[in-house]
């Protein structure tokens, strides 16, 4: 693993280190110039919408597929050339993971155990008794669920220095997922890396250390999970002591922050609402011009948050959003 | 860590198959080479034969069926033996790995301590051994039924029937291997090897109608191994070397290829 000093002196592990990574199939291009790093021991969340770059990402850490240009480095090693013994410290569950042998699960995991080195019996068992899943019969007759079960024993079984899961509560059960959770955690615990992705934040919300949003290949945010809620976004509401709506309209056009807002005049005065990102300043200068009688400044759930900066992929978005990233990443480093 | 995990594991899971295949390749040669002793040794063959059209007997390769080793290779080398054999080597050789990128399996064991070469290298290998185990069980069988047939085929033969058999097989076989290697599609791996199978075959059966076209021979490799017929001739030793190098090229190209692509799922 490698270490990285710190501006502070700290030092710092790096279990996995992404720079400038693209990734092109063709004329299109699924990952544009990602950073990313993973403090070992740390439980990392990549969270995205599906077709967000996710599983390509993960994918190239395990030099399954390869980079267009760029550099990552996963527990000190470079994927590219470190080998297949560099895999041997890793667990991996993909995204989409189809088991259609008909070899019984006892057979698929023997086979994996076998392969990625010392594993008892007795470990193979026990997580298939903590995840509920039957062993002994055919990997192609269970379900998706049970299916992903085995995956994830797979990705566990040999105590992996990292873990890399893809989507790995897809098709489990909400109990099931609990437990996985947990397991997440007592990998943590025991200094396992995890990097996981999902495209629910709840899960990553209670899972993960940091997180990062990926979304049409970019970073748009990155961050500890408190910073990212504390992020740039707010849904404001205020009531304003005025009945002109056309003059709240034209100040907050003027300070650039009408369009999020919706503003429409009741019969108790004019009524501010909607979701605001960036910088919060200029909206409470614009509305204290006016009497203000009431006013609340939420912050958003991870998951509105995120949606947020997500948007629709016009450029004008993607220029919003690299703007919010960089100023997201200001204030939390 | 045990070796050879990737090849183990491919044999384990077709064992079946293969005893499956093996016993059709066993039928087949029960139906056909105890014939000969009942009509072929009197001439009776030959007649029916010769009241075929020439061009006919010359394509199916039926025109060297009055001996018992012409009958032999004719009748089992040269068609039913090698249409079963080239069936299961496009069906092994495309699932090796156009299969199990489709499945998804490669992306899981790839991401465990296997290699890309050592997965190609060792799914060739497993490849290798089965249609071995094919040509040699199918040898003995006729090896067997020599005798009491009345077929009076070299002993020696035999193995470079078998030689010839098994390595048209794995030259399929290989094809498929390279074309899943390069797609990572089943269709493509099993259309491409079962392409080469058919225009061998094709190609030489041409080649007999008229010596304008004798050059077709040169691009077949069933003509490579059996023109010169194995059974009665003994084996094109060349021909039959360069069937095992052109296997053993695509199997080297296989690996590179593999090596250079990313794996789709």
Redesign the interface.
């Given at each position: 693993m490698r270490s990285k000093d710190q501006p502070g002196g700290r030092i710092v592990n790096v279990a996995i280190e992404i720079s400038n990574l693209h990734k092109k199939y063709g004329h299109h291009t699924a990952i544009h110039d990602l950073d990313l790093r993973v403090t070992a021991g740390t439980v990392f969340g990549l969270i995205g919408p599906n077709g967000a770059g996710k599983t390509t990402t993960l994918?190239m850490l395990?030099?399954?597929?390869?980079p267009t240009s760029g550099t990552a480095r996963v527990l000190g090693q470079d994927p590219r050339t470190a080998?297949?013994?560099l895999?041997?410290r890793?667990g991996?569950v993909?995204g989409?993971?189809?088991?259609?042998?008909?070899?019984t699960g006892h057979r698929l995991l023997s086979?994996?155990a076998?392969?990625?080195?010392a594993v008892t019996p007795e470990t193979i068992r026990n997580l298939a008794d903590r995840l509920g899943v039957d062993l002994s019969r055919a990997v192609r007759t269970l379900s998706k669920g049970n299916k992903q079960k085995l995956?994830l024993i797979?990705a566990f079984m040999h105590t992996p220095e990292l873990l890399i899961l893809d989507e790995p509560t897809s098709g489990l059960d909400p109990l099931v997922q609990r437990e996985l959770l947990r397991m997440v955690r007592e990998a943590k615990q025991a200094g396992q890396t995890v990097l996981l992705s999902s495209h629910m934040l709840s899960e990553i919300q209670q899972a993960a250390d940091q997180v990062a949003v990926l979304s049409d290949g970019h970073v748009v945010a990155e961050g500890n999970v408190a910073s990212l809620r504390l992020g740039s976004i707010r849904r404001v509401r205020a009531r304003l002591a005025t009945t002109d709506a056309d003059e709240v309209r034209a100040r907050f056009a003027g300070a650039g922050g009408s369009n999020a807002l919706g503003i429409v005049s009741g019969a108790n005065g004019v009524q501010v609402s909607g979701t605001v990102e960036g910088a919060i300043d200029p909206i409470v200068k614009t509305l204290a011009q006016f009497d203000v009688c009431e006013l609340t400044v939420e912050e958003p759930d991870l998951e509105e948050s995120v949606l947020r900066l997500y948007g629709p992929p016009t450029d004008a978005t993607r220029r919003s959003r690299s703007a919010g990233r960089y100023a997201d990443r200001g204030r939390h480093e | 860590m045990n070796s050879v995990p990737v090849f183990r594991r491919s044999i384990r899971e077709s064992w079946r198959g293969l005893i499956g295949w093996s016993l059709g390749l066993t039928a087949l040669l029960l139906l056909y080479l105890p014939l000969y002793a009942s009509f072929g040794t009197d001439g009776q063959l030959q007649a029916i034969i010769d009241a075929l059209p020439k061009g006919l007997t010359q394509t199916i390769g039926y025109d060297q069926i009055s001996t018992g080793a012409g009958y032999a290779q004719s009748t089992f080398y040269g068609m039913t033996g090698f249409v079963l054999t080239t069936i299961v080597a496009v069906i092994w050789g495309s699932a090796a790995i156009a299969s199990a990128e489709e499945s998804g399996r490669l992306e899981m064991d790839l991401a465990h301590d296997i290699s890309r070469t050592q997965y190609v290298l060792e799914q060739a290998l497993a490849l290798l051994v089965r249609l071995l185990w094919l040509g040699i069980f199918s040898g003995l069988v006729v090896w067997v039924l020599n005798e009491p047939a009345g077929l009076g085929i070299h002993p020696a033969h035999i193995i470079g029937a078998t030689a010839a058999l098994t390595g048209l097989a794995f030259l399929t076989s290989s094809v498929a291997l390279l074309a899943g290697s390069m797609t990572g599609r089943r269709a493509w791996a099993s259309g491409a090897a079962a392409s080469l199978a058919v225009f061998s075959y094709v190609f030489q059966a041409v080649a007999k109608q008229t010596a304008d076209l004798e050059w077709l021979n040169a691009i077949s490799p069933f003509a490579w191994v059996y023109r010169q017929s194995p059974l009665l001739d003994g084996v094109d030793v060349g021909g039959l070397a360069l069937v095992w190098a052109l296997a053993a090229l695509c199997v080297g190209a296989s690996v590179a290829t593999l090596r250079r692509r990313d794996i789709s799922g």
């Open positions: 994918r395990l030099d399954i597929i390869r080998g297949a013994t895999r041997r890793i991996y993909p989409d993971l189809r088991l259609e042998n008909r070899v086979f994996y076998e392969v990625s080195g995956g797979q | -």
